[in-house]
């Protein structure tokens, strides 16, 4: 690909997400196998004006979602797969949040943003913030729940994969901050099954047992759901873990839930602080972008190993170590009480 075609291709970028969201949205996905399915049939499942759904098609075909036959028939593809609502591993909650109306309009303030030097766009768009403006529509927090969850099966593989060797044989209770629905603690119970855990979320997260992994993991006696404000208090516990928690927040109010935890730890207590860790500038990585979506989004950040160890000092934690999986999508950053 020559320079030229580079550029046009990251112009383009966004038709390519958002000619994928629409097919997530109006359930093409669900709706095709493996075995092709002419277009007509398609739109009259569905709902859809043939003549354009047909160029809907088309087009996921030619980015690589579906698979075009001649005579206008179209079967799925692996890349199509994983946005369906049915994949063990789905996508299709992330592309309905940040290609949805809500993160799609944020956008438009990174100029002004930048300029100004004053972060987050959600509050010049809909003037909340966005942990704000979930419990007012129903509808955007439903979409915001689906796209944690899928996200939570990439990054609880990538967890356990960097903590493969790590030695939870001192720890007995484990504590994950802002852990959703527990996907991430309680597949960490299921390898070390001498640990207690414990999830502190906001009552609106949790109220739901039927989400809650714990009763579908079958661990319910071991992971308990504690409704709380990690800005106001945590419970004890010998180990903390937070995954994609701090990079929400600036930096002020990261010592804030970090000075929490070591209030209640013991001495040699324990926390993993799991994010997207931006490595030096020579490196392109997944962060560099994630940071600007945080800057549209939210107060947070991506930060450097060294800006999370100046976050822990700050908090009176000491910084020990940051594991990684092989892909170094992430990093767990690993401090202790002294």
């Given at each position: ?16 997400s ?12 669900e ?12 739109a ?7 003549s ?57 303030h ?14 010049r ?9 979930i419990?007012?529509n ?12 899928s ?61 809650l ?5 079958g ?27 701090l990079?929400d ?39 560099k972008l994630?940071?600007?979506?945080m800057?549209?989004?939210?107060t ?39």
């Amino acid at each position: 690909m020559s320079d030229y075609e580079k550029v046009i291709d990251t112009i383009l970028g966004r038709w390519r997400s958002q000619i994928l969201y629409t097919g997530v949205k109006l359930g093409i996905f669900e709706s095709l196998g493996t075995v092709p399915k002419h277009a007509s049939e398609i739109a009259r499942e569905l709902g859809l004006d043939a003549s354009l759904s047909y160029r809907l098609l088309r087009a996921l075909a030619s980015i690589g979602f579906l698979n075009e036959k001649d005579g206008q028939s179209f079967s799925i593809t692996p890349l199509g797969e994983l946005v369906r609502k049915d994949h063990p591993q789905t996508l299709r909650g992330v592309i309905l949040l940040e290609e949805g109306p809500e993160h799609y309009s944020i956008w438009k303030h990174l100029v002004d943003m930048v300029r100004d030097g004053k972060q987050d766009g959600f509050i010049r768009e809909f003037g909340l913030r966005i942990f704000d403006y979930i419990p007012q529509n129903p509808a955007y927090a439903e979409v915001f729940n689906y796209a944690m969850s899928s996200y939570s099966a990439t990054h609880t593989k990538l967890v356990l994969e960097a903590l493969k060797s790590y030695d939870f044989s001192n720890i007995r209770r484990l504590c994950d901050i802002g852990g959703g629905h527990g996907h991430l603690i309680c597949n960490i119970l299921q390898k070390h099954p001498q640990l207690q855990g414990t999830v502190l979320e906001l009552e609106s997260t949790i109220k739901n047992k039927e989400l809650l992994w714990a009763e579908k993991m079958g661990m319910a006696d071991r992971c308990k759901y504690l409704a709380g404000d990690m800005f106001q208090e945590v419970p004890s516990s010998d180990a903390y873990i937070m995954k994609m928690i701090l990079h929400d927040w600036n930096d002020e109010e990261c010592v804030k839930i970090l000075s929490n935890i070591q209030r209640a730890s013991p001495a040699g207590g324990r926390i993993l602080v799991v994010e997207h860790v931006v490595p030096g500038p020579e490196i392109p990585h997944f962060s560099k972008l994630f940071d600007i979506h945080m800057m549209c989004a939210l107060t947070g950040r991506e930060r450097t190993e060294k800006e999370y160890a100046v976050l822990l000092e700050k908090a009176g934690l000491q910084y020990v170590q940051t594991h990684y999986p092989q892909s170094k999508t992430i990093g767990v950053i690993e401090g202790i009480k002294r």
